[in-house]
Structures are given as structure tokens and as C-alpha cells.
């Protein structure tokens, strides 16, 4: 499906009247069912509160959200959310978090109680996956920081949503860990292709997974740019670090360095 999601010349100011914070103005955005888009900008350009306008927790002050060719006017629920802290529920197991969403999305809350077996087969193949599947009963402290991010991948993709959204799922992890990630959601995309919008900081990490990668200007945030990334899939860690990537980057980095100058 095209424009899957789709804004068009979209506005949010925080605030009750004219003196609240202009976050975004004039965004037009659009993303193809099961197609992965990467978004960058300068630091407090409007990445995260993006993300909001998209699934629903904020409406938009001005302009229209389309997601699946619907307005919308409320929190989605065909989306799975990852950010850059797990947020794991230290008193459940990995398998109990990862199950956590099913208690709270429909249709999947009506059925959990007569199909838990089921639910659990299907969070025990995702954790075998993203190489899980022996911590199922293990608890969040007892799992690296890395372990944690892959959990809470699982977790945002329990429910099968239609859209993913992952805002720096990866920023505070070391730079190995970071990359033995992208594989991980790589492969998972790959088995599953929903739709991705991921909000990163990280250009390498923006070239090697996405289709396409949007860039924003400084706040009030708008998109002042955009490249589709033409590397085949699967993708190999080494292809980050040839000249098509390595050009890319750079052109990524001069576009938000002007848009940082432009303040």
C-alpha cells in the first residue's frame, strides 16, 4: 500500500495558545506498507514528538495524519513501540514481559486467557530469533543491556502491529552491541516486514537499515530532505563502511549541519 502513512503539511505546538512551543510546521512525510524509514535531524528538531503525531498520543495543532488510509484521531493500536530504555517490568520474566502487550491490545486481550499457550509459543519463536530463547524465565536483571533491547523488540512485535516505531532503541548501548543489533532487527523485519519508522541520531545506523531516510530541519521541525538507500538485502555490517554508505553518511551530516547553522 502507498503512503501507509502519511502526513500532510502537519503542525504541533505544545501549549494552549500562540506562546507554547512550535515543535513542528509544514511536515509532509509518507511511508509505504512494510517499507523502513529511517528519521534524522539535529538534536530537539521534533524526531520523537513525530512519532507521536503518527500513532496518535498527540493530535496534530494542524494538518491531517493518515495511517492504513485512516485519519486518526486516537492511540493506535496496530503499533509496537521500542525506545532506548527496555523499560522492562523487573518483577516479570522475559517471556512475561514480552507477553505484557496481548493483556492490553485487542482482539488479543479477549483471547489470551483461552489461547495463552499459543500467545507464549509465538513469543518463545521470537526469542529464538534474536537468540532469546534459553532466558525466557530469566528476569531483567539478570540480562546485559543488550539482552534487555532484544526482549523489548520482541515485546513490540508480540502483537504482529502494522507498525513499528523505534525511537534510539539502540543509543545507549556500545557501539558492538549496537551493530550486532541491527542484524538482530534486520532479520526480524525481514521475517515479519512491518512497517518501520525508526528516529535515530546514529547516520551509519540510519544508512545500514533503512529504505529511505528522511531528514529534519532544527525546530520548528520539517523535512528538509530525502535519499533512498539502494543497498541489497540482507545487508552485511560491511557494507556500512563501503563508498555508496560512506557517501551517504556524509551527506546526511552536511544536511543537518546546515540545518543546526540555520538557527
Known amino acids: 500500500m502507498k503512503n501507509f502513512v502519511h502526513l500532510d ?18 511536515l509532509s512525510f509518507q511511508v509505504d506498507r512494510s517499507e523502513f524509514v529511517a528519521v534524522v535531524g539535529p538534536s530537539g528538531c521534533g524526531k520523537s514528538t513525530l512519532m507521536k503525531v503518527v500513532t496518535g498520543l498527540w493530535p496534530p495543532t494542524m494538518g491531517r495524519v493518515k495511517v492504513g488510509g485512516h485519519e486518526v484521531d486516537r492511540p493506535l493500536s496496530i503499533t509496537g513501540m521500542a525506545f532506548q530504555n527496555p523499560t522492562l517490568l523487573p518483577w516479570r520474566t522475559t517471556i512475561s514481559n ?17 489461547d495463552r499457550a499459543s500467545y507464549e509459543e509465538s513469543g518463545r519463536k521470537l526469542l529464538e530469533l534474536v537468540g532469546l530463547e534459553d532466558f525466557a524465565g530469566h528476569f531483567p536483571w ?10 523489548s523488540l520482541c515485546r513490540a512485535l ?10 534510539e532503541p539502540f543509543a545507549a548501548l556500545d557501539m558492538f552491541t549496537r551493530e550486532e543489533l541491527w542484524l538482530v532487527l534486520q532479520e526480524l523485519w525481514l521475517a515479519r516486514r512491518p512497517t518501520v519508522i525508526l528516529v535515530t541520531h546514529d547516520l551509519r545506523e540510519a544508512v545500514f537499515l533503512a529504505d529511505r531516510v528522511y531528514v529534519m530541519s532544527a525546530r520548528p521541525g520539517s523535512i528538509i530532505a530525502e535519499r533512498k538507500v539502494e543497498l541489497p538485502r540482507p545487508r552485511e555490517l560491511a557494507m556500512s563502511y563501503e563508498p555508496f554508505a560512506v557517501n551517504m ?12 547553522s540555520a538557527v
Open 158 to 167: 508480540i502483537h504482529e502491529p502494522a507498525l513499528l516505531m523505534l525511537d
Open 249 to 260: 553518511v556524509h551527506e546526511l551530516r552536511e544536511h543537518i549541519s546546515a540545518a543546526r
Open 142 to 151: 539478570q540480562l546485559s543491556g543488550g539482552m534487555q533491547q532484544r526482549a
Open 98 to 114: 514480552i507477553m505484557l502487550p496481548l493483556e492490553i491490545v485487542e482482539p488479543h486481550r479477549s483471547k489470551l486467557k483461552h
Open 9 to 26: 503539511r502537519v503542525a504541533l505546538r505544545y501549549g494552549e495558545d500562540n506562546e507554547g512551543t512550535l515543535a513542528l510546521q509544514n
